[in-house]
């Protein structure tokens, strides 16, 4: 009895597998399969219109995000100058522009699977510094003014590094070339700091106040 039932359900789950390794919208492929919601359904399609929608939206941010970003990474000095050059209307277009057409031509020239690899390493590894930043600044500055407090504090942040550190290693496992084409893009960019940019710094910048508030209280100190 136990093999009757165990041999077809094993099949079907082989079969489901297969399709769903070669999905490329798994969760969608999965509410349409026919064994097991038996087809298209509506739930299906509220949920794929919902991610779609929240994907659109999604893009806004990561514009704003990385046009910020570069923004404030080039008024400090550490990128080139000519990136937080601004408009009439005070909106940084060259931030804008040259990354969003690197992305661009990186989309056409490399593999679509590879860059989402390479993007998910860097971020993983960005919220593993975090996370570990924000623990060793619990412990070793316990007092310090925190405007903002982490719900559930070194255990929410404890959570989050292992969960980083998990999909660190799941992105190497799928393609360990991602580690190789990732390292050399840190390699080059720790490169140009040490060479070029960390001798160019401006010390007026804002994102370099804090450093210059913190050197003048251990001078007093």
Do not use: C, W
């Not at 008024?75 to 990136?83: D, Q, T």
């Not at 031509?105 to 570990?132: K, P």
């Not at 003014?145 to 719900?151: G, K, S």
Request: charged share 15%; glycine share 8%; no cysteine.
């Amino acid at each position: 009895m136990l093999a009757r039932i165990y041999q077809p359900a094993k099949t079907a789950m082989q079969s489901g597998k297969a399709t769903l390794a070669n999905a490329g919208d798994p969760l969608i492929a999965a509410m349409r399969s026919d064994t097991a919601y038996g087809g298209p359904t509506l739930t299906g399609k509220i949920i794929n219109i919902a991610g779609l929608a929240g994907l659109i939206a999604s893009f806004f941010s990561i514009i704003f995000g990385y046009s910020r970003q570069v923004f404030a990474l080039s008024r400090a000095g550490y990128l080139p100058r000519v990136l937080s050059l601004t408009s009439k209307r005070k909106t940084p277009y060259l931030a804008l522009l040259v990354p969003g057409s690197l992305g661009f031509l990186l989309s056409l020239s490399v593999d679509g699977n590879m860059l989402i690899l390479v993007a998910v390493f860097g971020a993983a590894i960005s919220y593993i510094l975090m996370m570990a930043a924000h623990i060793k600044l619990r412990i070793s500055e316990p007092e310090m003014d925190r405007p903002y407090r982490t719900p559930g504090g070194i255990v929410t942040s404890g959570i989050a590094l292992f969960l980083a550190v998990i999909a660190l290693i799941a992105g190497f496992l799928v393609e360990p070339n991602v580690i190789f084409y990732a390292a050399i893009f840190y390699a080059l960019m720790v490169a140009y700091f040490l060479l070029y940019s960390r001798h160019h710094l401006v010390a007026q910048a804002p994102e370099e106040e804090f450093e210059a508030i913190r050197q003048a209280e251990a001078a007093l100190d």
